[in-house]
């Protein structure tokens, strides 16, 4: 967190970012975008914007309680919430052209308040609290609080490039302090607040920025050199990238998606990475699924899911219309399983997975798969919860095709 207040001009740029997401509805990575584009901003200033609207976005309805503003106000009084976030965290209150002040002792008296509320503390929303407490029972309050922690910098070391330990001598020599991750072997945490992609290391294409939770489902993929691996919804295409180095560059690797721009965006980072056996498909309609059928070894689907597992990273969502979506996108959820698992041949293996914690997404929908394909057989899965690991919460499961 922030030792001294911000500037004038970063709590201007606090307050357009927030008044994006909050009134004009903008996703957050987009509303940074169309904020910072074109600004000669110091990393260290754009690091702190991002820390305070993070932490802001991650317990909206605190800081919207303790300062007495309505969220869907903000464009108008988030001078007094940002005066309430400094007071909060004690710090002075900062040097704003326009602001509206705050009285301390009302402040002072709403914190107390509110921490006799602990979902309120936490930064939940009633929709999000009720979801958590009925499918995670004992488990959801730490979850919970977890949730509304800053979350790390994790790194995966590009192995077609070198090793964790080269990796981590590397960004040292360019003033980087990181450290291995236990338990994931190609995970490293940034532990300095450096500038990343300004470095060498990943202009030379050394690392990827990735979650040490989403590096243990590609990790289970367990792709080998030689094999026909399909990544049926690769989005950005991190995972395919892990998997593109546990091939070594030698086999078939498959990403699919249906929007070509994150398919164009993967072919960029491909090329950088060094994953030359990487190969993208847009999936037009069924057929594209159709003519695959019984050719894969692998496939692995990260489907679509509501992302309850990392709203440390991706917090504008606790604010989003996820629990009328929740529905929706299980429904998907059943119908990519049963259509993408088609590409499995026998003795192959499919692995799904999800950013979310909420077992109606993860094991419920294995459960329900494997009770209506008798081909398949379960092997194992595993839920990353965000409090007993540290990092994004995950799920995933892997089965066998037995047959045909």
């Known amino acids: 967190m922030l030792t001294y207040p911000l500037s004038g001009h970063a709590c201007d740029l606090t307050l357009n970012v927030l008044t994006l997401v909050l009134n004009d509805g903008k996703p957050l990575d987009r509303a940074y975008s169309l904020n910072f584009s074109g600004l000669k901003l110091a990393p260290e200033e754009q690091a702190r914007v991002t820390t305070v609207v ?79 407490s009925k499918q995670l029972g004992e488990k959801w309050s730490a979850e919970r609080a977890a949730l509304a922690m800053a979350p790390k910098r994790f790194l995966r070391v590009n192995e077609l490039k070198g090793d964790r330990e080269q990796l981590i001598a590397q960004l040292a020599k360019e003033s980087v302090t990181a450290i291995a991750v236990a338990g994931v072997d190609s995970a490293v945490e ?33 792709a080998k050199p030689g094999m026909r691996v399909v990544d049926a919804c690769a989005g950005a295409g991190g995972k395919t990238l892990h998997i593109a180095a546990q091939m070594q560059g030698k086999g078939r690797l498959l990403a699919m998606d249906v929007e070509q721009w994150k398919l164009d965006n993967l072919k960029t980072r491909a090329k950088r990475a060094a994953a030359h056996n990487v190969e993208t498909r847009i999936i037009k309609s069924s057929k594209t699924i159709k003519r695959l ?17 990392v709203l440390k990273r991706n917090p504008d969502a606790k604010w989003r219309d996820t629990a009328e979506r929740l529905p929706v996108l299980v429904e998907l959820q059943k119908h990519i399983l049963q259509s993408y698992s088609r590409m499995v041949k026998v003795d192959g293996i499919l692995i799904y997975a999800t950013c979310s914690i909420m077992p109606q997404e993860n094991r419920q929908q294995v459960d329900e798969f494997l009770a209506e394909n008798s081909h398949f057989e379960f092997m194992d899965d595993e839920t990353i919860l965000v409090a007993e690991h540290g990092f994004d919460g995950f799920y995933l499961a892997r089965m066998r095709r037995t047959a045909e």
């Open 190 to 222: 940034v532990t300095s607040n450096s500038a990343l992609f300004r470095t060498e290391a990943f202009k030379q294409g050394w690392f990827e920025q990735q979650d040490a939770g989403s590096q243990k489902v590609a990790e289970a993929v367990g």
């Open 293 to 309: 059928k019984l050719t894969a070894d692998r496939v692995l689907l990260d489907v679509p899911c509501s992302g309850l597992g």
């Open 54 to 132: 993070g932490d802001i976005l991650r317990r909206l309805n605190l800081y919207c309680f303790i300062s007495d503003i309505e969220p869907e106000k903000f464009e108008r009084e988030g001078s007094k919430l940002l005066n309430a976030w400094h007071h909060f965290h004690g710090l002075e209150r900062p040097k704003m052209q326009y602001s509206l002040q705050i009285n301390e002792s009302e402040v002072d008296q709403r914190i107390e308040q509110a921490k006799a509320n602990l979902p309120l503390w936490d930064g939940c929303p009633e929709w999000l609290d009720e979801i958590g």
